[in-house]
């Protein structure tokens, strides 16, 4: 099997792992030694398949640079539609996913929020991203005359 087809097959066993330690374990000692520190957590391994990833298909093929540095539509289609391109993507989403994902929890426990509805959001963080981050973002907004987090900078 070619390096993209091992880093794909490698970041989705390696996934599923840690969203299952961030949704039904987030308060274990384990769950917290992962992903405690910001700059040394699962997301950052995903970074690196992600190099693994990109970089060669950039040597590979410089039309790749190009549709990067300056993408169009089809130009993006046609990069996603390749092996290379559809696990490198792939890789991207669980990255940045992981990462949004593990941010959610980190700010959850120095909130001291309750798992029990963070842990669905995680969820739909995994699934869909964006909109589970958003979600996240909006309960958080809602239930904070509650909860009254320290974090927010714009508050008195």
Not at 67 to 78: E, H
Not at 103 to 113: D, K, M, N, S
């Amino acid at each position: 099997m070619n390096l993209p087809g091992r880093l794909f097959e490698w970041a989705n066993l390696l996934v599923l792992p840690c969203w299952a330690l961030l949704v039904f374990l987030p308060r274990a000692t384990v769950t917290r030694r992962l992903f405690g520190h910001p700059r040394w957590a699962p997301p950052h391994l995903f970074a690196l398949f992600y190099g693994l990833a990109v970089v060669p298909a950039v040597l590979a093929d410089p039309a790749v640079l190009s549709v990067l540095l300056r993408p169009t539509l089809p130009g993006v289609q046609a990069l996603l539609g390749s092996p290379r391109g559809a696990s490198a993507g792939w890789i991207h989403y669980l990255c940045f996913d992981l990462f949004i994902g593990a941010l959610v929890w980190r700010t959850a426990l120095r909130r001291g929020q309750s798992f029990a509805w963070v842990s669905p959001l995680l969820i739909l963080v995994l699934m869909v991203g964006p909109l589970g981050w958003l979600s996240y973002e909006a309960v958080s907004w809602i239930t904070a005359s509650r909860t009254d987090g320290p974090d927010d900078p714009g508050r008195a």
